[in-house]
């Protein structure tokens, strides 16, 4: 009898074990239908296959956020991706290329009458402190501003997410804050030299004659020979771009809209590498690839022998002036003793 009644007790359990089980099961099924997890996404995903973007409807002042992805950004994004660091890499290392091919078979220009043991003033000591510090701003800008094209793909890898985080952090603030002196350089400069960077007749005749450079002639030049022209433009116009794009984006939608952002950054980034491959030449014809011209911008003097041999036209202009024995003085400096 006992026992009869334990499988009873047993049985009445699992039929209210089971009956509440079927009561909860349509419940819990429908679940899903009412609160479906994808169905924001699955909208989104007709929205972008319907109109090629995401934007809807936001409650923040800024109605720009409430545009998720458009297909302009999507070719910006390209653009930042693929197409400027393939630009960069090709400019800059094209450039760096010819100038090793340039050094190897061409060498140093040197002077073909040696030292002559006098000097002539060049550049006074506003114009190499602004040459200096314009330099500096803009190799810093160079290298932080290539972290932002080529960092993630060459720097990350070696320093890791923290080391690459700090790196770009600090690179940026230097971006930021070096722009400011970066471009009163570049006003500076343009100031200073605009008297002699007119382009005039001479200077056709002096790529005619291949600059001095390639070759072994030497054609006359005033204060600035045609190639140093060109680097003043490319510094003074370049300078002035890289500084307008900059400051649109450092300045996000005080002028522009977000397309005019976007334009902003193409010009900043493509500017950018040109410049960078612009000045590379600069600093190779400035070093390696001319004997005496680095003196002119390191001392402020160069030996008159370089200066008549690169210079001529500024050469008499200077000695017209005052006399050679005002403008000419003996050398102070070890390197500019007499070649014999
Ligand atoms: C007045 C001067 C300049 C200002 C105001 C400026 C400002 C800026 C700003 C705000 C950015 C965007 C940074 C970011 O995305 O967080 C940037 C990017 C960049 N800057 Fe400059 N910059 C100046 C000069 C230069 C110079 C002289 C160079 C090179 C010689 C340069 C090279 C670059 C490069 C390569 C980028 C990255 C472009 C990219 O990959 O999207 N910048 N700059």
Not at 266 to 294: K, Q, R, S, W
Request: proline share 5%; aromatic share 12%.
């Amino acid at each position: 009898m006992t026992k009869w009644l334990a499988h009873a007790r047993f049985i009445i359990g699992a039929l209210a074990l089971v009956f509440v089980v079927a009561l909860a099961a349509p419940s819990g099924a429908q679940q899903p239908s009412s609160v479906n997890p994808t169905a924001s996404s699955v909208k989104e995903d007709q929205l972008f296959k319907e109109m090629n973007r995401i934007s809807g409807r936001c409650s923040i002042p800024d109605q720009k956020a409430c545009t998720i992805e458009q297909p302009a950004g999507r070719d910006w994004r390209e653009f930042h991706q693929k197409t400027l660091p393939w630009i960069g890499a090709i400019a800059i290392l094209a450039m760096l290329v010819v100038l090793v091919i340039f050094y190897l078979m061409r060498g140093m220009v040197k002077l073909e009458n040696g030292r002559s043991g006098r000097l002539i003033v060049r550049f006074n000591a506003f114009e190499r402190g602004i040459h200096w510090m314009t330099a500096t701003c803009f190799i810093v800008l160079a290298i932080t501003g290539l972290n932002i094209t080529f960092g993630k793909q060459t720097l990350l890898p070696l320093l890791g997410p923290d080391g690459f985080t700090t790196w770009s952090q600090w690179g940026k603030y230097a971006h930021n804050y070096l722009s400011f002196p970066f471009t009163l350089g570049v006003i500076v400069i343009a100031l200073i030299w605009i008297a002699g960077n007119i382009p005039n007749r001479i200077d056709v005749e002096w790529f005619k004659r291949g600059g001095g450079i390639v070759g072994h002639d030497h054609p006359p030049a005033y204060r600035f020979n045609a190639g140093q022209k060109m680097i003043y433009w490319i510094v003074v116009l370049g300078g002035a771009a890289i500084a307008a794009s900059g400051y649109i984006l450092m300045f996000p939608f005080y002028t522009t809209d977000v397309t005019g952002m976007q334009w902003a950054q193409v010009a900043h980034g493509i500017v950018a590498v040109l410049f960078i491959a612009a000045m590379l030449g600069h600093i190779y014809i400035g070093t390696i690839g001319m004997e005496g011209a680095f003196e002119a911008m390191g001392t402020g003097t160069v030996d008159v022998n370089w200066a008549r041999e690169h210079h001529s036209l500024w050469l008499e202009q200077e000695n017209a002036k005052v006399g050679p024995n005002e403008t000419q003085r003996q050398p102070v400096h070890p390197h500019a003793t007499p070649a014999e």
